[in-house]
């Protein structure tokens, strides 16, 4: 909390009062956020503009603190230069340093929207959008990635109405564009998928979830990581309609996808290569998480529960948090995992199952090994 | 505001807004809604629509994309990920093939499963239906599925696809236990034919005798009225009989007639006469081969009645032809000889031509070889005849040649008696031959010998 505290007031330090009737003539300063006339001003920067603290301090933690200095090339007005060759030459380095800035608050919202801070994400996002739209016009299709931030954001919110005018917009430059990528195409129907699930129309959301998993199993191929957060998602929209035999085999698909795909990253990792985040980004560790821990509480609740993918999970879950570094969680599902397995006929996880358990124990007890 | 819109449209439209009654909700929010600032441009549109029937986001996707898009769309919006990865997994594998067989090719030529809308929609039936049973763990439904769908595809080029779901359809089938084996038989009944059609020897005998064993004592049969057993009895005869080929191949005379014996007891089991007679005459042919003549002529005869009961003319001709090889090299020429006149006669009672032929080829060359020259022209012409109505120019030669060899050697003798004796009418006769070069000998001679 006292952390906290001190940023804000960090934070408020930052800014000094502004009078829209001093500005000169011609010249809008508008609020960063919301564009209204503006009223305070960044000290670190003196480019960018609130119309109250509030927006500001809410920009300051979603994205500028990381931009601050980046925006001063950007937005400030230069002399101009005599000769055309040193224009050409401005003109192309602020181009470069706007898609550099469009890359980074692209980052900066994907990790806030992983991390389910969807309010904290908006901001950052926003300048993605608005970056690219300076740099490639308002109908390119490298806005698209900023609409769908913004939408998921949305649609994390609750503000489906917003979202979904996100999401119009980004579909009709998709639809415009023949020779749009599969990745584009599998994120917005994803997104459109989740909307629609948001918004109840199930029949809607499976359609679009299909097309996510179509377009996705084009560009990575059928049992991918990836692929399978479609699946998932598609799962729960059928367990929302009680078609539990559907969902389930969808869960045990999702599974031991997961499953195969934990276990070669633990070889890798176990054979000397010891990067984890090459191996697998915080983003999709945050996924895994919770599709994995999802799955587990679905088991549990369900009237005829399946061990053998319970043993599945658990042993996933127990890789995943290996991998992630957390030991303590990782034996606590190992030990689950064992136990399970014992009352499953089929014997063949058990011993994977212990190898990682003595694994963890030994990195456990050489802490200085792990790291 | 939807439902004030909705209220419009129900209203009867008029081109212009009614100036005697005037409404006040398009005019509240005409400013608020950007659209209705519009109002011609936005009613018009509606009232069309209302007349025509609205067309689906489907029907767009439909008319959109590509067939094969629509067809996983449509596959996995009903939850059918299986249907959809083995599909995927199918076309994927036609697609390495055909790289693999590189331009040129057959296969190349061949159009893409994907671009073939009546294959992908049986495909997509039949696989979903089989994933809805699986779910529900049916496994004879889901079998009965995927039979359809190898039965589908009878097409030469389809061969494959017809194979990998006899042999998906195998798999399913060892799942069901319900009925005691008898879908698992019936599988592995397809997929062993696969594998002869394919040429792996090896897998189908496995499987057939793995088949041999779940059926025995069984009265299954399939849809078509085959019984079980006895197709399993049969491939089992014809795979001893392909890999007895191959170690006759290699002169690997006594294995081979081992596996050629397994093949005559499988085709006996079999219950077809033809089968086991045809079994029969191999093994004698077998034999033959190692020169033991009295197992050869047992399995030969045993052939040979095979074929009287079934009145089969051209096997008689056969097991004759083969039983006078046996007796020659045991000696018996006079029995051989016999054995020979029974082969014409048969061909000729059953007007085979070209058997009777080929058995006045056999009894002239056998006359030859005793010594009886006058017999063999007697039979090489009558080969010779025959030949000739044939038409069979190779034939014919042939019989050109003997004949004229077998006239030359019954020629020469009297010649050399001629020459021998040297009187004053054996040089003019042989001076008279010299001038007209016809046959002289054999008027006088024939004269001398009936005198």
């Not at chain 1, 954001?153 to 996100?166: D, F, M, P, R, V």
């Not at chain 1, 179509?214 to 929209?237: D, P, R």
């Not at chain 2, 074929?307 to 089969?312: I, M, Q, T, V, Y």
Request: neutral net charge.
């Amino acid at each position: 909390m006292n952390s906290m505290k001190g940023s804000k007031s960090k934070v408020l330090s930052l800014i000094s009062t502004l009078n829209p009737l001093a500005n000169p003539r011609g010249a809008k300063k508008l609020c960063e956020l919301c564009e209204k006339p503006s009223y305070l001003q960044c000290t670190k920067c003196r480019v960018t503009f609130y119309c109250d603290s509030e927006h500001q301090q809410a920009d300051w933690v979603g994205i500028h603190e990381k931009v601050c200095q980046l925006l001063i090339p950007i937005r400030t007005t230069v002399d101009f230069h005599s000769l055309q060759a040193d224009r050409d030459n401005h003109c192309a380095q602020t181009l470069q340093r706007q898609e550099e800035l469009i890359e980074i608050s692209r980052a900066v919202a994907q990790k806030s929207l992983f991390e389910g801070k969807y309010q904290q994400s908006l901001p950052a996002s926003q300048l993605s959008l608005r970056c690219a739209m300076n740099v490639y016009g308002p109908r390119a299709l490298q806005l698209v990635p900023a609409y769908l931030l913004l939408a998921e954001a949305n649609i994390g919110l609750g503000s489906l109405a917003q979202a979904e005018e996100y999401l119009s917009q980004a579909e009709w430059t998709v639809m415009k564009m023949p020779e749009c990528s599969h990745t584009i195409r599998h994120q917005l129907h994803r997104n459109l998928g989740r909307l629609y699930a948001a918004k109840d129309n199930l029949e809607g959301a499976l359609l679009h979830f299909a097309n996510d998993v179509y377009y996705s199993c084009e560009e990575h191929g059928l049992e991918n990581i990836v692929t399978c957060g479609g699946y998932f998602l598609m799962a729960n929209v059928f367990t929302k309609q009680g078609k539990m035999d559907i969902a389930n085999s969808l869960y045990t698909e999702v599974a031991s996808t997961w499953h195969s795909h934990l276990t070669t990253l633990l070889d890798t990792h176990t054979q000397g290569s010891r990067m984890l985040p090459q191996l697998l980004d915080e983003a999709q560790q945050a996924e895994a998480d919770q599709m994995l821990r999802a799955m587990l509480e679905i088991q549990e609740s369900s009237p005829k529960q399946d061990a053998a993918q319970k043993v599945l999970v658990s042993h996933s879950l127990a890789m995943l948090w290996f991998l992630g570094g957390s030991l303590d969680k990782a034996l606590d599902f190992g030990r689950q995992a064992l136990q399970l397995s014992q009352l499953v006929p089929d014997h063949s996880l058990a011993e994977p199952i212990q190898i990682l358990m003595q694994l963890a124990a030994e990195r456990d007890q050489h802490p200085t090994n792990a790291s | 505001m939807s439902g004030s819109s909705s209220v419009a449209r129900r209203q009867e439209v008029n081109f212009l807004p009614d100036i005697n009654k005037p409404q006040k909700h398009s005019l509240a929010h005409g400013w608020t809604n950007p659209r209705s600032r519009l109002p011609k441009g936005n009613e018009l549109p509606q009232q069309g629509r209302s007349q025509r029937p609205t067309i689906s986001k489907d029907e767009i996707a439909m008319f959109r994309n590509s067939v094969w898009k629509n067809t996983c769309v449509e596959m996995l919006r009903g939850g059918f990920h299986r249907s959809f990865s083995e599909l995927s997994a199918v076309l994927g594998r036609w697609k390495e093939s055909r790289l693999a067989a590189g331009p040129g090719s057959v296969i190349w030529q061949q159009e893409s499963l994907d671009k073939q809308p009546n294959k992908l929609h049986t495909l997509q039936h039949y696989l979903t239906r089989a994933e809805a049973a699986q779910r529900a763990g049916a496994w004879d439904q889901v079998y009965d599925n995927q039979l359809c769908l190898a039965q589908f595809f009878s097409e030469p080029e389809d061969r494959w696809l017809s194979h990998h779901f006899y042999q998906v359809s195998l798999a399913s089938a060892q799942r069901f236990k319900m009925d005691g084996g008898q879908k698992e038989a019936e599988a592995s009944a397809n997929v062993a034919q696969v594998y002869m059609e394919q040429g792996q020897v090896d897998q189908a005998r496995e499987l057939y005798e793995c088949l041999h064993q779940l059926t025995a004592g069984r009265l299954w049969s399939k849809v078509g009225g085959i019984s079980l057993r006895s197709e399993a009895c049969e491939g089992l005869c014809k795979v001893y009989t392909l890999l007895a080929d191959g170690l006759l191949q290699t002169n690997d005379y006594k294995p081979a007639i081992k596996m050629l014996n397994k093949a005559f007891q499988m085709a006996k089991e079999a219950g077809d006469r033809r089968i086991e007679g045809e079994a029969a005459y191999r093994v004698g042919v077998a034999y033959q081969c190692v020169g033991d003549q009295e197992m050869a002529k047992r399995f030969l005869n045993m052939y040979m009645e095979i074929c009287l009961a079934l009145k089969d003319a051209e096997g008689q001709g056969k097991a004759y032809k083969a039983i006078t090889k046996s007796l020659e090299s045991e000696g018996k020429q006079a029995e051989s000889v016999q054995c020979l006149e029974k082969y014409a006669e048969v061909s000729q009672s059953n007007g085979q031509q070209r058997n009777l032929q080929d058995a006045c080829m056999c009894l002239g060359v056998a006359c030859t070889s005793r010594g009886h020259d006058n017999r063999a022209c007697t039979y090489f012409e009558q080969g010779y005849e025959i030949a000739r109505d044939l038409g069979e120019v190779s034939l014919l030669q042939k019989a050109q040649v003997y004949l004229g060899s077998a006239r030359a050697y019954s020629m020469i003798r009297k010649y050399s008696r001629h020459v021998e004796t040297a009187s004053h009418s054996d040089l003019q006769i042989l001076i008279a031959w010299k001038a007209r070069r016809e046959d002289v000998f054999t008027d006088t001679t024939s004269s001398v010998t009936h005198t």
